[in-house]
């Protein structure tokens, strides 16, 4: 009977080991919006192939208003974790708005907080030498069984004058939103919400030169699903 059960937990083990290290692949969009201002309509979508080892990433974040891309990025990184919580990510990606095309690497962190607060955060070298750096946090807070409000933000800082892609050093731009969604399924939610933008600083400066506003506050609907 020791024998045998020994040999139910060895095969246990190997059973959850070869569970952890098969591949899978899966993709979130996780905002995919409409916003009354400008008619401004956002992508923001991961997709990863790995295991909870080592996982391939694509991200991409795109803003598109009055017909034209403002805002656009994609980004292949690598990710592996290096505590319970968290993972690091390495990578390159290319910018092709706003202003002309760039390329950099990007290096990032990745988990969940106390507090249930997903972090990511991350720094950024681009091909000509001037470095950025992009702070998220968001939060699900569970309002009923279908019904979930998540406030998030997003700060982003550079450290060097850049006007051909409107950013100036320092702190550059502040995004934050507040979104309800209805989860139709686990897979599918359309929401509601509104979102804050504003650009500081040299950013703020540079805006104001190409006539747009520093602020803007604007409605939104969406839907986020994965698959």
Known sequence: MKA?????????????????????IFTLVDRFEYANNDNQLTLDMRAWWGNDTHALLFESEVERAEGE??????????????????DWKLGAGHQFEPGPDRAFVIFGV????????EVDADI?????????????????????????????????????????HLVGSGLSSVE??????Y???????????????RSYGNTGDLVSNQDEDRDDLSAVLGVRFWF
């Not at 934050?176 to 969604?181: C, E, H, I, T, V």
């Not at 989860?183 to 933008?197: C, D, F, M, Q």
């Open 4 to 24: 045998l059960l020994a040999a139910l937990l060895i095969l246990n083990s190997y059973s959850s080991r070869a569970a952890d290290d098969e591949a899978h």
């Open 69 to 86: 891309i403002e805002d656009g990025d994609v980004r292949l990184l690598y990710r592996r974790p290096f505590s319970r919580f968290f």
């Open 110 to 117: 990745e988990g969940l907080a106390p507090y249930w607060l």
């Open 124 to 164: 950024r070298l681009s091909e000509q030498g001037d470095i950025s750096a992009t702070f998220e946090v968001e939060t699900d807070w569970l309002i009923a069984q279908r019904i979930v409000l998540q406030p998030r933000i997003e700060i982003r800082l550079q450290a060097q004058n850049v006007p051909e």
């Open 176 to 181: 934050a939103g507040l979104r309800l969604r």
């Open 183 to 197: 989860e139709i399924t686990r897979k599918l939610a359309p929401y509601v919400g509104i979102s804050w933008h």
